[in-house]
Structures are given as C-alpha cells and as structure tokens.
C-alpha cells in the first residue's frame, strides 16, 4: 500500500501545523503565546449557543438535505440581500462544513486538470494545495508591500492567459489583512469584464472585519452585476461569529455549479451538522451588536501590536486595514544566526521564536512569501504585550 500522488503532492496546513504543536507544548507545561491561531479568541455569542441546546432539546439531530436545511440556506439568502446587496434563490446557495469546504467544493466542482488560476501572493495557505487537488496550476500574481499587499488592475490583465479559468480576490486578506478600496475594486472589475470565461471566487470569511471607519465596499458582485454567472460567493461563520469549532461555511454561486457541489458533498461529507446548522440560522439573523464589538476590539489589538512591532528594530509592518493579521518584513533578520543555525526565511525564523522565546507564529513561506511572518492578534492584551516583548528580546540575541 503507498500514498497516492495526489497527496503526496501537497502541503499539511502549515496554520493547523503551529497550533498542534503549540498544543503539545502547553501540555508539557510550557508557557506558550500563541501568535498563530487563526481564529478569534473570544467565546461563540451565548444567543447563538442557545439556539443549538434548543435544538438539541427538538431533537434536530438527523440527516438534512446535503445542501443544507431550507432554513438555513433562507438564512444566507436573507444575509446575502441585507449586508451585500446580492440577489440568491434557495437552489443557488449550499452550507458546508467550514469555508475551506466550501471553497475546496467549488475548485472541485468548477475546473479542470490544466486550468489555471490567478492566486493573488501572499495567500491564504490552503489555495493553491486545493487547486493542485483539482489538477489546476496556481498563477501567483504578486501584491507587492508598496501597494498595502494589493494587486494592481495592468498586473492582473498581464496575468490572464487562455488557459486562466478563474481569480480569487480575498479582501481583506490572510495573510495581510489588506482590503481593497471601492475604487480598486472597479479597476479590477474593468479587467474582468474583457475576459468572459474566467469565473471571480469571492472569498468574504473576513468582510466584517475593516477598520478606521472605513465602510465596507460595496460587493464585486454589485459593482459588476454582469458577472453574476460566473462569480462564487464563499464565506463562513467561523470569523464573523467566533464559530470556529462549530465548521459551518457556505457559497452563492449560479445554480448549476451549486447542483454540482451538492452532489459531490452528497458523496463526500453530506449536510453539514445539524446542531451547527440551526446555530447558524440565529448567528445570520439574531443580533449583529456581537460582531461589532469583537471588531472594534479587534481595532484596538491591531493599534496596539502594530506599534509594538514598529518598535523593534528592523522590522517593517505594514498596518494591516482589517482581519486580525499582521505581516511584518522578517527580511533584515535573515541570514542572521542562533548558534550554528542561520535563519534563512520566515518559517525558520518562526522555528526559532518557537524554540527560545515560547512565541507560536506562522513563517511566510506558507502563504507564498518567505521574508515575512504571519503574527495572528486575536488574543489578550496581556499576551500581545509579553509576546511582542519574547519576540524583541529574541531577535536581540541572533548575530551577523
């Protein structure tokens, strides 16, 4: 028996990688800051966590239809209308178990072995191994540091080849937490227009998630309405809601490609859990204050590690507009040494901090950019401070 090359030929999740690890070390008694978590650390609303133990209580605890229950999928359907201005029927909407399902679902159900699709660099580490499953090859578009992490129009029109089948625009962004203003987005939009047959894969896990006052943009699907039969909307409540263990996620996509997922969900996951289902209809429409508060506790994490970071010598931060990432510039430190080590890229970088300052980062390498770290600040004041203070005094000690 061996492992088939379709696996061998990817990656373990390099984010899941540092949190089991980071797990492993706290079970041996090490005090762990935990910078690469990439999920919020506040609890699920306790609205939302009644709706499930209501549930439980009417026993919904069977089989639902693969795409998920009719009220769920009017839930989204209602979301979609309210927050972003986009039109769905029930058959064009399907939950999953998580965003990444989601999205892995899609990239499966939409293109095939040869077809390629433009990743904007740095990405989210799971994109281009997904793609490799569906035989596609990942054009790396990269958004340089000068422009905030973001792509600019003329580079994404270079991009397209006859063979690109699809774009992904996450906005804001993980790793960066760029977002694209209302006026980039209309200059993307203005390329995708020439090029009819490459699809828009909207990935929105962190549309909620902006910051210093800006308004959330409006939708690329608004902006452009014609693109509507080719665009997939993915999201999740994983960010949005603090329901990350509960892995419910869903797509709006034009009913045939939404069939398709069904039936390739039908024989893979099926439904996603029923528990988590109903949780998700009060999460979409009962109270949104939840969300408001965890992102303006968010904004004050973002202020406050970003200083701490500009305070160490030799790293450039750029200020991320939303998520809860940073992305600092690692470059002036590498080549440097710990002992007979030299620290040649991010991860190696991360390796160290891990090792001898207990901090937990993710090293850039993972999302396609090697002189940076991915520094997650959904976490306490208190430990941004400590862990920002471990990171400075480690790098201190690295000589050359």
């Known amino acids: 028996m061996k492992i088939s090359e379709r696996i061998a030929a990817i990656r373990p999740s390099a984010t899941l990688e540092v949190t089991a690890r980071s797990i492993a070390l706290r079970a041996q008694g090490v005090d762990v800051v935990d910078f690469g ?17 209501a549930a439980l209580a009417r026993g919904e605890t069977k089989y639902t239809p693969v795409a998920g229950s009719a009220a769920l999928r009017d839930a989204i359907v209602t979301k979609l209308r ?9 058959g064009e909407v399907i939950a999953s178990c998580g965003g990444k399902h989601a999205l892995y679902n899609a990239f499966m159900a939409m293109f095939e072995p040869g077809d390629e699709v433009i990743v904007p660099t740095p990405y989210w580490t799971s994109y281009p191994d997904m793609l490799a499953l569906a035989g596609v090859v990942s054009v790396l578009l990269p958004a340089p540091e000068s422009r905030g992490f973001r792509i600019a129009a003329d580079d994404l029109r270079q991009a397209i080849s006859e063979r690109t089948r699809g774009f992904i625009l996450n906005s804001p962004s993980n790793p960066t937490g760029a977002a694209y203003a209302e006026s980039e987005l209309r200059e993307l ?20 998630m902006v910051y210093d006052g800006r308004d959330v943009p409006p939708h690329v699907g608004v902006i452009a309405p014609e693109l509507r039969d080719r665009l997939v909307v993915t999201n999740s409540l994983s960010k949005t809601y603090a ?3 509960w892995r419910l ?22 439904n996603p859990t029923s528990i988590a289902q109903a949780a998700g209809v009060a999460a979409l429409l009962g109270p949104q204050d939840c969300v408001t508060e965890m992102v303006a506790e968010f904004e004050k994490r973002r ?5 701490r970071l500009r305070s160490i010598p030799d790293l450039e931060v750029v200020k991320p507009d939303g998520a809860f990432y940073v992305f600092p510039n690692v470059g002036a430190y590498l080549g440097k040494r710990a002992g007979s080590t030299t620290i040649g890229t991010g991860t190696d970088l991360a390796v160290y901090l891990l090792e001898h300052a207990n901090v937990a980062l993710v090293g850039g390498d993972a999302f396609g ?3 940076h770290v991915r520094i997650s600040y959904a976490n306490s004041m208190e430990n941004l401070a400590r862990g920002c203070d471990r990171i400075g005094e480690a790098l201190s000690c690295l000589e050359g």
Do not use: C, W
Not at 82 to 90: F, H, I, V
Not at 249 to 265: D, E, I, S, W
Not at 303 to 307: Q, R, W
């Open 303 to 307: 202020d406050f590690i970003v200083e």
């Open 243 to 245: 329901m990350t263990g």
């Open 37 to 53: 978590a990439g999920e919020p650390d506040f609890d699920t609303p306790e609205h939302i966590k009644q709706a499930a133990v």
């Open 249 to 270: 996620g869903y797509t709006a996509a034009p009913a045939f490609l939404v069939k398709a997922m069904a039936t390739l969900q039908g024989q893979s996951t099926s």
């Open 82 to 90: 309210r927050d972003n201005g986009l039109e769905y029927a029930l």
């Open 189 to 208: 939009v203005e390329v995708l227009r020439e090029f009819p047959e490459v699809a828009v894969v909207s990935d929105d896990i962190y549309e909620r």
């Open 369 to 371: 950019s090697p002189s």
